[in-house]
């Protein structure tokens, strides 16, 4: 089952239930979702935070997910884009080992 995240209006309306002291169980089933991430909420909440902030965390939290770009050195890229203009391919550039390239093929077809 794929989870999609709690949206900035589910988040709102979170932030509104808890204020009126509404309990988790209900809070759950108005919005239909688990829980668990509600809790996750609440408890931030009850630490004087709101439901922006929450989501902004999130922003942030996510930046750093994910696959880091990689970065070839200049002596690299160079030899890349001089064989790159002579016509090789990349499977080419890769297969000849004359100078010892950081990546991968796919990556040079990216």
Not at 2 to 15: A, G, P
Not at 65 to 90: H, M
Request: proline fraction near 1%.
């Amino acid at each position: 089952m794929i989870y999609t995240y709690l949206t900035t209006d589910e988040l709102v309306m979170i932030e509104a239930y808890y204020r009126q002291f509404i309990k988790v169980a209900k809070i759950a089933e108005y919005l239909k979702r688990s829980r668990t991430h509600i809790y996750n909420v609440i408890n931030f909440l009850k630490e004087g935070y709101t439901a922006l902030e929450y989501y902004q965390q999130y922003k942030e939290n996510k930046k750093r997910c994910g696959r880091r770009k990689i970065v070839l050195p200049e002596d690299q890229q160079a030899y890349i884009k001089e064989n790159f203009a002579q016509g090789w391919t990349s499977d080419i550039i890769i297969g000849r080992n004359e100078k010892t390239i950081s990546c991968s093929m796919r990556t040079l077809y990216r």
